[in-house]
């Protein structure tokens, strides 16, 4: 399983998007387990753009810039447990082999939160990698591509709920 695990994990680079991080294929769910992926770029997430402007405006500005938003969470149970921790820790490896900074690292219990930043400017980020795993819940990944700053970052996190990025805007601040 783990080899298989490997060659699902190949991060692909896009030349015009130095932050898009393929993620791979997830395995459909089974035995009742729920899983969710959100995939938004191009014209869907200019769509998404457009319909946040007459809601949030601030959201919408958020999202100007960005290429792709692509987020995955899954349920977790015994029976994918194993190979979601190995993905994850693959798929750090890899981020880390390939320049991309961690920024949060936190190991709590059996729960594992990781953030990595890959840096385009002084005061730019191409792009952001969060990977949650909660192995009695659920496993999070998220990939966000594009034009950011930390307070885009925290805007967005803000928005869609996702605890690491809501406080990543405050720690990826320059300094």
Do not use: C
């Not at 007459?54 to 899954?74: F, I, M, N």
């Not at 798929?91 to 320049?99: E, I, K, Q």
């Not at 900074?101 to 729960?111: A, F, T």
Request: charged letters at 25%; aromatic letters at 4%.
């Amino acid at each position: 399983m783990a080899g298989g695990l490997a060659l699902t994990l190949n991060l692909i680079a896009d030349p015009q998007s130095p932050g898009y991080v393929d993620l791979g294929a997830f395995s459909p769910p089974a035995n009742g387990r729920q899983s969710v992926d959100v995939h938004l770029k191009g014209p869907l997430l200019g769509m998404a753009i457009r319909v946040a402007e007459t809601q949030d405006p601030k959201v919408a500005e958020a999202l100007r810039g960005l290429e792709s938003v692509r987020v995955h969470v899954e349920e977790v149970s015994e029976g994918n447990r194993v190979e979601l921790e190995e993905r994850i820790r693959t798929l750090r490896v890899r981020l880390t082999s390939d320049g991309w900074e961690p920024i949060v690292n936190v190991q709590q219990d059996d729960q594992q939160v990781g953030v990595f930043l890959k840096p385009s400017g002084p005061e730019t980020i191409a792009g952001v990698v969060v990977t949650v795993l909660a192995p009695k819940e659920q496993a999070v990944f998220v990939n966000v591509a594009g034009e950011l700053n930390p307070e885009k970052i925290a805007r967005l996190g803000q928005h869609f709920g996702i605890e690491p990025l809501k406080k990543l805007g405050q720690e990826a601040a320059p300094k």
